[in-house]
């Protein structure tokens, strides 16, 4: 082994032992953001848009986060201030208990902005190397992650060689995608993954989300398409006018606390009527459970109350206030 390799192997098994220093010291999270606030400022320096108010979120490993609601709720701008990308006028982000700008904390982040720029002019297969490249992968590694990436976002055969310029904005994405997971981060964050994929590719993105989580990554994720979201997260949080009005397991969230089923066994149907006391008297195994409402349900419920409390409508792209 030549002089240079042996010191990169050695720095690579010193970041490791320091990774796994931070993940004690932080309790396992990896992502730890609290009290987040954005205001964006006009061109004299007034607060115009608070974008963000009060806004904390937590991914343990393994998780997969949903970042919810309408347009213009403070999603993208959440997801910058997690990234380090934008300064929050106020609150605090740890990435695996590091700030999130730390060299340390973005070599172990990948990330697929809401809008991603690619070069017209280079095919799937240049544009990862370039990055591969940036990331300064060796070669023979990084031509075969390529490989294996392209593979994963349904991108191998002749599409990986084709000028990206010529590309479909789903196929396009999908090149972001692999771009995210090049780096093989344990934290992925998505900004709309699937918007712009056709049904086949939204869920082939599924697939490749709920890979991620299984595999122990954590995902965060923004999406308007709620079955999705459905689908695929452990945990969501809702936003609506800059603000969580909802957090928490899926499964926590969509239980219905105001109803009981009642699933009988071994009765005649012409006695259901008589109810829970009679069932048991008749003699009848009783299971109750708690029906579950749709996500899309639950979803509308909490933007309609947000919009009633004085914050945007669903259709309204402002923030939490000027
Ligand atoms: N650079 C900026 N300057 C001024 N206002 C901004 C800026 N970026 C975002 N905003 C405002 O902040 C609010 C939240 O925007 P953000 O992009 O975070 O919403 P979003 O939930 O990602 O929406 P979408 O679903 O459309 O992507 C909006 O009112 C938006 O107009
Ligand atoms: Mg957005």
New binding site residues.
């Given amino acids: 082994m030549d002089a240079e390799k042996k010191k990169e192997t050695e720095t690579v098994t010193q970041a490791e032992t320091e990774a796994k220093k931070d993940a004690e010291k932080t309790g396992a999270a990896v992502l730890e953001a609290t009290g987040l606030r954005k205001t964006?400022r006009d061109f004299w320096g007034r607060p115009?848009?608070v974008?963000?108010e009060s806004v904390s979120l937590r991914a343990s490993p393994g998780e997969v986060v949903g970042l919810l609601?309408?347009?213009?709720?403070?999603?993208?701008?959440?997801i910058k201030m997690i990234l380090g990308l934008l300064r929050p006028t106020a609150g605090a982000v740890r990435l695996f208990g590091l700030p999130p700008g730390a060299p340390r904390a973005r070599a172990r982040t990948g990330y697929l902005p809401?809008l991603s720029n690619l070069h017209r002019f280079l095919t799937p297969r240049e544009t990862l190397g370039y990055y591969a490249g940036l990331f300064g992968m060796p070669g023979p590694a990084a031509r075969s992650r390529i490989a294996e990436l392209l593979r994963r976002v349904g991108l191998d055969g002749a599409a990986a060689d084709r000028p990206v310029g010529e590309f479909s904005k789903g196929m396009a994405r999908r090149v972001g995608i692999a771009q995210a997971l090049l780096n093989d981060p344990e934290f992925v964050v998505l900004?709309?993954p699937t918007s712009g994929l056709d049904p086949v590719g939204r869920r082939e993105g599924k697939d490749l989300v709920r890979g991620l989580g299984a595999e122990g990554r954590t995902v965060l994720l923004?999406s308007?398409l709620l079955a999705e979201a459905e689908d695929v997260c452990t945990r969501v949080a809702i936003?609506a006018g800059?603000r969580v009005r909802a957090e928490g397991r899926l499964s926590d969230l969509l239980e219905r606390r105001d109803a009981v089923r009642f699933t009988a066994t071994g009765l005649a149907p012409e006695r259901a009527a008589d109810f829970r006391a009679q069932l048991e008297a008749a003699g009848a195994a009783v299971a109750v459970d708690r029906p579950a409402r749709t996500l899309e349900n639950y979803f509308l419920e909490i933007v309609r109350e947000a919009g009633a409390a004085g914050a945007s409508a669903p259709d309204a792209?402002?923030?939490a206030g000027t």
Avoid: C, Q, W, Y
């Fill in positions: 964006f115009r848009t974008a963000v609601g309408p347009n213009g709720s403070g999603k993208s701008t959440t809401e900004d709309e923004s308007h936003l800059g792209g402002r923030g």
